[in-house]
């Protein structure tokens, strides 16, 4: 069994109904917060990233990043029993967290309505695409279904080509922080005295909180102006984008206190002074030759490493668009464990993320486990339910309980 | 002065310290939450972010969507006296959070180790690019710069082009919502009887976080497998892409599940059955083809309104990539306050992101105003630290204070 690490939700128990990305992300930050969270699974397959690459000895690597530190349980909820069994976790949890397509979960009788009268104290956090009611609200819950409806998907890619996607689930993974924030304070509303509640979080608010500019600078100017996408240079500063070394690309960013520096690091000093180039205003309007001016400049260096080391010489803001290698490697992350190796039974030692948020009070990245399907049975409705042996073995003849050691 | 929201933080006071975009996330999320947030500014001219667009009557836009609801403070942190009602406030609050570049906190006096002296219950954070320490610490904290080092950016755009990056403060706004969560965590150990702590968030990590399978499945494949960005077609599952209707582009999401429903949607029911694509496998492998034949059904069809209806008809995943002024003014997001509309008393009606998180047991989107820069000095010394009027009085006569009513 797994000890729970010594951190700040120590104490607290999460109903975990979850599945993939968005929701597990939400408790795995607890669990890495010393929550006992409570993963239910569903037979024969489990969460469907069991499914999802990568894969050694019958375990998905993708399933162990989302779910360390959490008891699987796995059951059939829709036999009597099986509802049973959560309406009893419910009685007995802090935190009730799902994140089906809305509907669903009331169609399986633990509606918000339902869950507070079993326990008007609990926290119970839905978490959707689109939020639980309104037009949009049955549409299927994908990241980039999400994405393409905030608007966020349209502001990335080139100007004069298709929008462009990125290949990780921002959306996703920023939704369960969202998700992750709201249940703790709902949390210590509740420490405080107030009551248990329930919170709506979405994919698509989640997304369109990024909007720092965009929605407000439309409006402001009455619709004149719609901002869009503007590829790999900023549309309203130069210059601010990505330039083509030998061996990768280099981010630069120059506003209007670094323009100097820039000037200085290309080794064109006067440019600084030069009337075309000297505010930001006339830079964007020249963009074209500002931009070709700094290429030309990092066309003759030997390198990126090279173009970095100028700039940063005359600290110019810039970086390296890292690959994922470099970043895997790099010993920044490793060292301030942005990337942790993680030790696994099944995977062995796996590179993954880092547990984001650093508490001084407690240590950071901690080792935790990973569950096969339906490991802690036993010990959930044993030791956390009380109900006897006789009783958990005849809910596993019976089917209602289920479990694969071999994932 | 503000009636502060009733709310979880009521009765919380945040002395607050940020400016731009990340740590004023975090702030406007605990504003929205009913906590008492201390916005100190430096003269002349405020936060940044007050000089950052869109303008009317001298207010900016953007400083009001990130700063409702929070009281502003402007003095000169470097003189002596500043320090001492620093000193005072810190005395006095329940969270200390700024974002400087590492190291400038301590500078001005107020490491962890001098604030903690001060008030050992003080829930303390810091938001950087990179962490407080470590080998990237110095580097300038802009979003790009840490989405270009997290390997996120090269995970965006065209394969064959450069990366692409978002024209929207992805980073700074998820790494500001990482800041609220821990808050919200150590104030909860804080009320059940823990002491305060530091608290390091950084960019670098909330970034890193989103890659839920590119470092594993790197890892698990001992670097056999490098995963890059793919554009606008994922390289994983097709068809997941974008297709480009006549008046827009749309995006189109097909698991093994759905597969049969794009054919049937598309017309051509025959292919779900053919052993060339009949699976994700060989649909990826045939990847131009499939993607032909889908964009083929699109460009027949009249518009992208057309193409969602079809493919929703078969309850395939699809989604309009929306322009900014159709997420504005889209009846979905303005119902659920996704985007609502500020009052402002210089601005008038704005249009801005809602609210993220949404709690049964509260208000949603809470009327809140912003502030001139430096509205509340007399407030905040006179009634919260209980200075009188000629101390305050002096206070501006000598500079330490300032105000400028015109912002």
Not at 32 to 47: H, N, Q, R, T, Y
Not at 101 to 123: C, H, K, M, Q
Not at 244 to 265: H, K, N, S, T
């Amino acid at each position: 069994m797994n000890a729970l690490p010594k951190h700040v939700l120590n104490g607290y128990r999460v109903l975990d109904m979850t599945h993939v990305l968005a929701g597990p992300t939400a408790t795995r930050l607890m669990a890495e917060m010393g929550a006992e969270v409570i993963k239910v699974e569903f037979p024969p397959l489990g969460d469907v990233s069991r499914g999802l690459p990568g894969h050694r000895n019958g375990r998905s690597a993708y399933y162990v990043q989302q779910n360390r530190g959490k008891y699987s349980l796995c059951l059939n909820v829709k036999a009597p029993e099986g509802k049973a069994i959560i309406r009893d976790l419910i009685a007995r949890a802090d935190v009730f967290i799902e994140n089906f397509a809305p509907g669903v979960i009331g169609r399986l009788g633990f509606s918000w309505d339902e869950v507070r009268t079993i326990n008007p104290n609990i926290v119970m956090c839905s978490i959707s695409a689109f939020g639980q009611q309104g037009q949009l609200s049955a549409l299927p819950g994908f990241d980039y279904i999400a994405q393409a409806y905030s608007g966020i998907m349209g502001m990335i890619g080139e100007p004069d080509g298709p929008p462009s996607f990125p290949m990780a689930g921002i959306g996703d993974v920023m939704t369960g922080v969202h998700a992750a924030a709201a249940i703790g304070f709902a949390l210590l509303h509740r420490e405080r005295g107030g009551e248990g509640q329930y919170l709506d979080i979405s994919l698509l608010d989640a997304y369109t909180h990024c909007h720092e500019l965009n929605i407000q600078y439309y409006s402001m100017t009455d619709g004149a102006v719609e901002p869009t996408r503007s590829g790999h240079h900023h549309f309203a500063v130069c210059p601010l984008g990505l330039f083509e070394a030998r061996d990768g690309y280099v981010c630069i960013i120059a506003l209007q206190p670094q323009w100097p520096a820039v000037c200085r690091a290309i080794g064109r000093p006067e440019l600084a002074e030069d009337p075309r180039y000297d505010t930001n205003e006339k830079r964007v309007g020249a963009a074209e030759e500002v931009i070709g001016i700094v290429q030309s400049w990092v066309d003759a260096q030997a390198s990126a490493g090279a173009v970095i080391a100028a700039l940063e010489r005359e600290r110019v803001p810039c970086a390296p668009v890292l690959k994922i290698s470099e970043v895997a490697n790099h010993p920044h992350m490793r060292a301030r464990g942005t990337v942790r190796a993680v030790h696994d039974e099944k995977l062995g030692e796996v590179l993954m993320p880092g547990m984001p948020l650093h508490f001084s009070g407690f240590e950071h990245n901690q080792p935790l486990s990973a569950a096969a399907l339906g490991e802690h049975n036993a010990f959930v409705l044993g030791e956390l339910l009380g109900y006897d042996a006789a009783r958990i073995s005849a809910l596993g003849t019976e089917g209602v309980l289920f479990e694969n050691p071999e994932t």
